[in-house]
């Protein structure tokens, strides 16, 4: 049974998401879209007011009334509320400050050695996180005059999954193994037991962030992630299943080849394992000229882009081959799920028409092609940008209390 308290708090986190939705709204259409009263709209937005979540505001855009007066409306408070969200990527680690309000990133930091915050021992990216954190809030609290910024939360976003049930996690582009992942977590809360703490999976953050950002109407849809590593976030009925931990589903594992190569997860013939970034170089190295092949450090679905825009037979093969690959994982996926809309995100993105075009055309080839005719496929926004807002809005939506902001905790997934 709820108490007046978690009442109290959901219809905070209501007014405050709507507002920061739609970017400027009066008491009186809020009132109406949440289907509160007027009296208690305006507690509850004289309470976010008083804790400098948002500010009222005679906004420009709207109409005027009938009195000719511009409407007073709500509006999120900016350059107040900030969250940390610290990127553990197996390319290099950062930490950008979040507006609580806005999404937008205010500043990015390294983590780590080096001008790419690559870090070769993750036993290390606790220390050199809680180190990157406490220098740059330090600084950026000197630099402030009058008005000091609060960080509410910290949100560690890594590649791999999350059991939150058994407080471990798992990276293979960050070399965590099952154990370590254990120990990681349980060190966590030593290290960062004065804030609230939020570890969630790049995917699934991209993903809410294409909620947020896109007002999607679908209520069903899956966000796929594709880079080093192959990942997807399902969404039913408006909630992500499994959250943040990005244990509901391995789509980069699914098997479209039993005699293809190996996996890094063990097993044979992987989605990830044939058309993954970390794949590509050894699966086509045979098939680019010597020339070509010589000048390459690796090969990515951007080199792939690139080469097969020129009409180079290898990379217009292995762009095919990718869609092939990806088409015949989104059957199972569809058969299953039978999503609204798949987005297409991550590095993946930059494959462009050709592989588009090939997907669609494999999708309507499907068996069951009046499951397949309702699902709609596009390419996703900037990735690092998406999981910003969604990693921010995610850990606002769900573990930061409005009514007490600064509870300290840790929360998985």
């Given at each position: 049974?709820?108490?007046?308290?978690?009442?109290?708090?959901?219809?905070?986190?209501?007014?405050?998401?709507?507002?920061?939705r739609?970017?400027?709204?009066?008491?009186?259409?809020?009132?109406?879209?949440?289907?509160?009263?007027?009296?208690t709209?305006?507690?509850?937005?004289?309470?976010?007011?008083?804790?400098?979540?948002?500010?009222?505001?005679?906004?420009?855009?709207?109409?005027?009334?009938?009195?000719?007066?511009?409407?007073?409306?709500?509006?999120?408070?900016?350059?107040?509320h900030?969250?940390?969200?610290?990127?553990?990527?197996?390319?290099?680690?950062?930490?950008?400050?979040?507006?609580?309000?806005?999404?937008?990133c205010v500043?990015?930091?390294?983590?780590?050695?080096?001008?790419?915050?690559?870090?070769?021992d993750?036993?290390?990216?606790?220390?050199?996180?809680?180190?990157?954190?406490?220098?740059?809030?330090?600084?950026?609290?000197?630099?402030?005059?009058?008005?000091?910024?609060?960080?509410?939360?910290?949100?560690?976003?890594?590649?791999?999954?999350?059991?939150?049930?058994?407080?471990?996690?798992?990276?293979t582009?960050?070399?965590?193994?099952?154990?370590?992942?254990?120990?990681?977590?349980s060190?966590?809360?030593?290290?960062?037991?004065?804030?609230?703490?939020?570890?969630?999976?790049?995917?699934?953050?991209?993903?809410?962030?294409?909620?947020?950002?896109?007002?999607?109407?679908?209520?069903?849809?899956?966000?796929?992630?594709?880079?080093?590593?192959?990942?997807?976030?399902?969404?039913l009925?408006?909630?992500?299943?499994?959250?943040?931990?990005?244990?509901?589903?391995?789509?980069?594992?699914?098997?479209?080849?039993?005699?293809?190569?190996?996996?890094?997860?063990?097993?044979?013939?992987?989605?990830?394992?044939?058309?993954?970034?970390?794949?590509?170089?050894?699966?086509?190295?045979?098939?680019?000229?010597?020339?070509?092949?010589?000048?390459?450090?690796?090969?990515?679905?951007?080199?792939?882009?690139?080469?097969?825009?020129?009409?180079?037979?290898?990379?217009?093969?292995?762009?095919?081959?990718?869609?092939?690959?990806?088409?015949?994982?989104?059957?199972?996926?569809?058969?299953?799920?039978?999503?609204?809309?798949?987005?297409?995100?991550?590095?993946?993105?930059?494959?462009?028409?050709?592989?588009?075009?090939?997907?669609?055309?494999?999708?309507?080839?499907?068996?069951?092609?009046?499951?397949?005719?309702?699902?709609?496929?596009?390419?996703?926004?900037?990735?690092?940008q998406?999981?910003?807002?969604?990693?921010?809005?995610?850990?606002?939506?769900?573990?930061?209390?409005?009514?007490?902001?600064?509870?300290?905790?840790?929360?998985?997934?």
């Open positions: 049974m709820k108490t007046q308290p978690i009442i109290k708090n959901e219809n905070l986190k209501a007014v405050y998401q709507a507002v920061c739609s970017g400027a709204i009066s008491r009186a259409a809020l009132a109406k879209k949440l289907r509160l009263s007027k009296p709209i305006s507690i509850l937005a004289d309470e976010l007011i008083k804790g400098g979540f948002l500010r009222e505001s005679a906004d420009p855009g709207e109409q005027k009334s009938r009195a000719g007066r511009k409407p007073i409306c709500l509006v999120p408070q900016t350059d107040v900030r969250i940390a969200v610290a990127h553990w990527r197996s390319g290099g680690c950062w930490m950008d400050f979040v507006d609580a309000g806005t999404g937008i500043e990015r930091v390294r983590i780590g050695e080096g001008p790419d915050g690559h870090v070769d993750c036993r290390l990216l606790l220390q050199l996180t809680r180190s990157t954190f406490e220098e740059a809030c330090s600084r950026r609290s000197s630099m402030q005059k009058d008005q000091k910024e609060s960080i509410l939360a910290l949100c560690i976003v890594l590649e791999g999954m999350l059991d939150p049930d058994r407080k471990r996690l798992i990276s582009p960050l070399r965590i193994s099952w154990e370590e992942g254990g120990r990681i977590l060190e966590t809360e030593k290290y960062f037991r004065d804030l609230c703490v939020g570890i969630f999976v790049d995917t699934a953050c991209a993903g809410y962030g294409e909620m947020i950002t896109q007002h999607l109407e679908e209520r069903d849809f899956a966000y796929i992630n594709m880079g080093d590593g192959i990942g997807a976030s399902l969404v009925h408006g909630k992500m299943l499994g959250g943040a931990s990005g244990s509901a589903t391995q789509f980069g594992h699914i098997c479209v080849d039993p005699d293809g190569p190996r996996c890094r997860c063990g097993g044979y013939g992987c989605f990830e394992a044939l058309s993954s970034e970390y794949a590509l170089y050894e699966r086509y190295r045979d098939r680019i000229p010597a020339g070509c092949r010589d000048a390459m450090n690796g090969l990515s679905y951007e080199d792939l882009a690139r080469h097969s825009e020129t009409g180079e037979e290898w990379a217009v093969l292995a762009v095919n081959e990718t869609a092939d690959n990806f088409s015949k994982a989104v059957r199972n996926l569809i058969t299953l799920f039978c999503p609204e809309l798949i987005i297409i995100g991550g590095d993946g993105t930059v494959l462009g028409e050709r592989f588009m075009d090939r997907v669609e055309k494999n999708l309507n080839r499907l068996d069951y092609l009046f499951m397949a005719s309702k699902v709609k496929t596009v390419l996703g926004g900037d990735t690092d998406l999981v910003d807002i969604g990693a921010a809005g995610y850990m606002i939506d769900h573990y930061i209390s409005l009514a007490d902001p600064y509870r300290p905790g840790l929360h998985i997934g």
